[in-house]
Nanobody
């Protein structure tokens, strides 16, 4: 079991950028999927981005393609979500997650992930 600690959220103006970090404590060797999800008020949790540790393939929700980038630093056991050109619609609580398996649809299937960060609020507003 991993402990995932998130940071980097906050308030940003439209068009601004934020980078979310998720630091994993524990043995990560057998975790093959890393995902970012978000949940806005009144909405279900939705997939934002996913990274496959086995082949490096990344997947993104259509709403964030070209603006968000998922990456990892294996030496630091840290996964990042770089968010550019933020819009008010991006306002949500963002969660990182690690999964011990991988399928192509994991980017938007939170039930397939095993360990979750505590969530961090991202608010995009003037």
């Amino acid at each position: 079991q991993l402990q995932l600690v998130q940071s980097g959220g906050g308030l940003v103006q439209p068009g601004g950028s934020l980078r979310l970090s998720c630091v994993a404590s524990g043995f990560t060797l057998y975790y093959y999927a890393i995902g970012w999800f978000r949940q806005a008020p009144g909405k279900e949790r939705e997939g934002v981005a996913c990274f496959s540790t086995s082949d490096g393939i990344t997947s993104y929700a259509d709403s964030v393609k070209g603006r968000f980038t998922i990456s990892r630093d294996t030496a630091k056991n840290t996964v990042y979500l770089q968010m550019n050109s933020l819009q008010p619609e991006d306002t949500a609580v963002y969660y990182c997650a690690f999964g011990r398996g991988y399928v192509a649809t994991m980017w938007n299937r939170p039930s397939l992930y095993d360990d979750w960060g505590q969530g961090t609020q991202v608010t995009v507003s003037s």
